[in-house]
C-alpha cells in the first residue's frame, strides 16, 4: 500500500540524487511511496513499473536499468529473501519520520 511520505528539500541538491537520470529520481522517489516503514520495498522491476509508472511508457529493462543507477550510489541495497528480491531504501529513517 502506498503511504504518504515526505521529500526532504535536501534531496534535489544531493550530489547522489543529482547524478541519477531523471528516470531513477523518479523511480527513487516512488519507492519511497511504497516502501513500509523501514524502508524496504519489493524490488522486481515489474512490480515497480505497475505501482509507480502505471500510465508511461517505460519499459520493465528501463526500470531495471533506473534499479542499477540507483544501487551503484549506494541509496538502496537489494537482497533476496525466500526467492524474491527486495530493497532497503538507505537512510530511509534519517528522512523520514514514521508516526504511528
Known amino acids: 500500500m502506498a503511504r504518504k511520505r515526505m521529500i526532504d528539500p535536501e534531496f534535489w541538491s544531493d550530489e547522489k540524487t543529482g547524478s541519477l537520470s531523471f528516470s531513477a529520481r523518479l523511480l527513487f522517489i516512488g519507492m519511497w511511496n511504497y516502501a513500509d516503514d523501514d524502508g524496504i520495498i519489493k524490488a522486481r522491476p515489474e512490480y515497480l513499473k505497475s505501482s509507480i509508472f502505471p500510465y508511461d511508457l517505460i ?3 528501463e526500470v531495471e536499468e533506473s534499479l542499477k543507477e540507483i544501487e551503484n550510489e549506494n541509496l538502496i541495497f537489494k537482497y533476496t529473501n525466500s526467492g524474491q528480491t527486495f530493497a532497503i ?3 530511509f529513517r534519517k528522512h523520514q519520520v514514521i508516526n504511528k
Request: net charge neutral; aromatic share 0%.
Open 59 to 61: 519499459t520493465c529493462g
Open 89 to 91: 531504501v538507505l537512510n
